[in-house]
């Protein structure tokens, strides 16, 4: 007759892998960022490749929650009350065209997520982002980068595996969701260099 003491632990070992095969599930929906642009935009996108065009890089980052701040220099009119460009940092999970020049780099945030009342992109995510030097004019870079459009070049996952949500609103010619798996993602042309050269 077999003993009753492995009882116990069969039935912990069989519990502790239902719970292991649980985290394979797909992740809970999460809400994506809500971003309230204020005034006019400097362009609408009206699609991925006009975005890639101002681009030099379309990742897949990750926030860390680790936030910074870079104060207007006096060469561009900074004084101690002058508003600070805020940045973000993040992980670079997959690079789908272009190139950056780390794994972990810091954006600028579009904004105020008006969900957390925190900055955007601080956490939450992954996200999708088309990104271009940061920078105050042709060749004076503010060090890291910018989402192209504001939040316009900004897809944030709702916890699918591939699919990603269109963040701004206002955009509506861009595409509601893009894939990993099915989007076919433009080809980035430009460099930082000469992106930083043509200015913003």
Do not use: H, W
Request: glycine share 8%; hydrophobic share 40%.
């Amino acid at each position: 007759m077999p003993s009753t003491r492995t009882l116990p632990a069969l039935l912990a070992a069989t519990i502790l892998v239902s719970i292991v095969g649980c985290g394979d599930a797909a992740p809970s929906a999460q809400p994506i960022p809500r971003i309230v642009v204020e005034g006019s935009r400097a362009r609408d996108y009206k699609s991925l490749d006009e975005l890639a065009e101002k681009s030099n890089a379309v990742l897949v980052v990750k926030p860390t929650g680790t936030q910074s701040a870079v104060p207007l220099p006096q060469r561009n009119g900074g004084t101690p009350e002058s508003a600070p460009t805020l940045l973000v940092q993040v992980e670079v999970v997959r690079i789908l065209s272009g190139s950056v020049s780390d794994d972990v780099i810091n954006i600028v945030s579009p904004g105020i997520d008006e969900n957390t009342g925190k900055l955007a992109l601080l956490n939450g995510g992954p996200y999708i982002v088309f990104v271009a030097p940061a920078m105050y004019a042709a060749n004076d870079p503010v060090g890291g980068y910018v989402i192209v459009g504001g939040p316009t070049g900004l897809f944030a996952s709702r916890g699918a595996q591939d699919v990603f949500e269109r963040v701004d609103s206002e955009s509506s010619l861009l595409p509601a969701e893009v894939s990993l798996n099915a989007t076919k993602f433009p080809k980035i042309t430009k460099t930082e260099e000469q992106l930083l050269n043509e200015g913003p």
